[in-house]
């Protein structure tokens, strides 16, 4: 089987590098496509990927010369874009970039491919900020979480067929990137396809209090540090481990042909979703430490409840998660 070409935009960062590691030892060329902007981490994974053989080109997204000149000149065969401005709070604060670096990096790709390799495929990572507050769905207050009442969100979480409502500037670039991948992938026959990603978490994550809630909530507490948190800790999510979520990628790239033009919601479905307290009182157990998180009011925009319902992925992928929370978690907290 002959060495593919796989470009990563974002390779730096965590997603990136588990994927760039991934196919590194599948035997493909791998390059990273990096402006070097997120600060965390980004020298560790550079490091990693380098002395692995990964090969670096720096190329700001948001400048369409730097990404014409590189797929002008370049063959590429599969491009797994992860360049993001993912910070929520970022992206209120400088809604400029985050347009700059989600919408127009996006859409420069995608021309780029367009223009000069229609035949590549392409792997659009979004978010399930594309959903907005969801305010209309009914929620019921207990103990440690928040639940939800009706069916059926209750039994499956939220599918792709729940409308778009895109909150924050955040969500308002990236629902505009995958709209325009969906489309292109529409008009232009291009081979795209858009995951939208819930509570991702695993090896080689510099996560932030911004970003990266798991491996960030996990970091404090093995060290044994004080950290914010946000809420009365009754918010629920469904969290995914990186292992589970690299193999996700490698279907979709074995399956474009059939899934060209889709959107995926990707978590850990309703078998591995916490709320921030259930979670820290499993940190707790892990590590033997104490969490020493200083509460905070709610973030403006801060959705109660947001569990994917995976059951397309599982239809048409033949795919769903394998590795537990409790497994995840313990590798998590391993690595840190």
């Known amino acids: 089987m002959s060495k593919k070409n796989i470009i990563i935009t974002g390779g730096f960062g965590f997603l990136g590098t588990n994927i760039a590691i991934d196919q590194i030892n599948r035997g493909n060329n791998v390059f990273i496509l990096d402006n070097l902007f997120k600060e965390q981490g980004i020298e560790q994974n550079k490091n990693l990927l380098l002395k692995n053989g990964a090969k670096f080109i720096y190329c700001d997204i948001r400048n369409w010369n730097d990404v014409e000149i590189y797929f002008k000149n370049t063959k590429v065969d599969i491009l797994v874009h992860c360049a993001a401005q993912v910070a929520f709070k970022r992206s209120v604060e400088n809604p400029r970039i985050d347009f700059e670096i989600n919408a127009l990096g996006t859409f420069n790709l995608l021309e780029a491919l367009r223009l ?4 590549s495929i392409f792997i659009a990572t979004s978010t399930n900020q594309v959903y907005g507050p969801m305010k209309k769905l009914r929620i019921e207050e207990t103990e440690t979480r928040y639940i939800w009442l009706d069916e059926p969100y ?18 308002c670039s990236k629902g505009a990137a995958e709209q325009y991948s969906l489309d292109y992938a529409r008009i232009y026959g291009l081979k795209i396809c858009v995951i939208r990603l819930s509570g991702i978490y695993g090896i080689n994550q510099y996560s932030c209090e911004d970003h990266g809630w798991v491996s960030f909530m996990a970091e404090m507490i093995k060290k044994n540090k004080e950290f914010n948190r946000y809420g009365n800790g009754k918010q629920v999510r469904d969290i995914l481990y990186i292992d589970d979520i690299v193999k996700l990628y490698n279907i979709v790239i074995e399956k474009i042909e059939l899934v060209k033009g889709e959107a995926f919601n990707i978590g850990g479905g309703m078998s591995n979703n916490v709320s921030v307290l259930e979670l820290l009182e499993k940190l707790e157990k892990i590590t033997g430490h104490k969490q020493k998180s200083i509460l905070n009011p709610s973030r403006p925009g801060d959705k109660l409840i947001y569990i994917s319902d995976i059951r397309k992925a599982e239809k048409l992928l033949g795919w769903k998660p394998k590795i537990s929370m409790e497994v995840g978690l313990s590798k998590l907290i391993d690595w840190i």
């Not at 209750?154 to 969500?171: M, R, V, W």
């Open 116 to 119: 000069y390799s229609p035949n």
């Open 154 to 171: 209750k039994t499956y979480g939220i599918a792709e067929t729940q409308n778009l409502d895109f909150l924050s500037p955040y969500g």
